[in-house]
């Protein structure tokens, strides 16, 4: 009995520093700066969801992963919080900082 209690706790600290490695790589992957070197005008639309604007980012290049995006939103408990309109993101702008990216101000006259 005392061989399969060693590998259960071997099974148990092995998982655990898997899960302490795999969260450290999702957490920089978020904070990282983007690789795109000009600013980006992007549009959200009314209504439409995190999904879908996650990929449409990633399409656009201007994030590395639209899963490591999704997640990040909704852990930090964002994901309600989303706005719709027109986003000037900046060059080299992260995955967290462009979850708070205020929609830009719009012309009136071109309304």
Request: hydrophobic share 40%; with cysteine.
């Amino acid at each position: 009995m005392r061989g399969i209690t060693k590998y259960i706790i071997l099974l148990f600290s092995g998982s655990i520093i898997f899960f302490i490695i795999f969260a450290y790589l999702l957490y920089q992957a978020f904070h990282i700066s983007s690789q795109v070197n000009f600013d980006s005008v992007f549009f959200v639309p009314e209504g439409q969801g995190l999904t879908l604007t996650s990929r449409y980012l990633e399409e656009k290049k201007l994030i590395s992963n639209s899963d490591i995006f999704r997640f990040g939103v909704m852990f930090k408990g964002e994901d309600n919080n989303l706005k719709a309109g027109e986003f000037l993101i900046p060059a080299q702008q992260s995955m967290d900082c462009l979850l708070y990216t205020s929609p830009s101000p719009r012309d009136k006259r071109q309304s």
